[in-house]
Nanobody, 122 residues
Framework: QVQLVESGGGLVQAGGSLRLSCAAS????????MGWYRQAPGKQRELVAD???????NYADSVKGRFTISRDNAKNTVALQMNSLKPEDTAVYYC????????????????WGRGTQVTVSS
């Protein structure tokens, strides 16, 4: 069984910074993509950023230039550095590991963390 555990998050004033971290544990052979999604109250969950195993980056337009995603393939971790935070960044942030394989062949599966709250005050 694969588990994702997030850390970081909290309350910060507008213009401030936070760093989110996520570690995947369990019997893992490979993870194709790791990323962060967020869900604000009354809104759908949306992609914030993701990164492939070969470090191809993808960001939502709303966070480009402010957020930076990184991963450590050897440790199965992913981090999100969030700078110049805005009140509209307030949401629950979820770590995602997509196409996780426990062996070098066969099916792959997606896993989610439980989420961590980020609140940006104006």
């Amino acid at each position: 069984q694969v588990q994702l555990v997030e850390s970081g998050g909290g309350l910060v004033q507008a213009g401030g910074s936070l760093r989110l971290s996520c570690a995947a544990s369990g019997s893992i052979f490979s993870i194709s993509f790791m990323g962060w999604y967020r869900q604000a109250p009354g809104k759908q969950r949306e992609l914030v950023a993701d990164i492939s195993s070969s470090d191809i980056l993808n960001y939502a337009d709303s966070v480009k230039g402010r957020f930076t995603i990184s991963r450590d393939n050897a440790k199965n971790t992913v981090a999100l550095q969030m700078n110049s935070l805005k009140p509209e960044d307030t949401a629950v942030y979820y770590c995602n590991a997509d196409c996780v394989r426990v062996t070098g062949w066969g099916s792959c599966f997606a896993y989610w963390g439980r989420g961590t709250q980020v609140t940006v005050s104006s």
